[in-house]
């Protein structure tokens, strides 16, 4: 029984991926950090947002924590 929890809590996770791929957008691209390093700035992307994102939408979907 716990090993389904985790599987549906695993899939869950990623199906949110999918959602952000196809109908959604990239969450990462919301927020875009810069890094001086002497005189060059260079940008990216927060990954991170993503798996915040599909943390949030776990708990929100299966209304836990």
């Not at 990239?26 to 950090?33: A, D, M, N, R």
């Not at 991170?48 to 979907?61: G, N, T, Y």
């Amino acid at each position: 029984k716990d090993n389904e929890k985790i599987v549906d809590l695993f899939l869950t996770h990623e199906y949110f991926h999918h959602l952000e791929a196809k109908y959604i957008g990239l969450t990462s691209e919301i927020k875009k950090i810069q890094i001086k390093i002497g005189p060059f700035i260079l940008k990216r992307r927060l990954r991170a947002l993503s798996e915040i994102a599909a943390h949030a939408f776990v708990k929100e979907f299966y209304d836990i924590w």
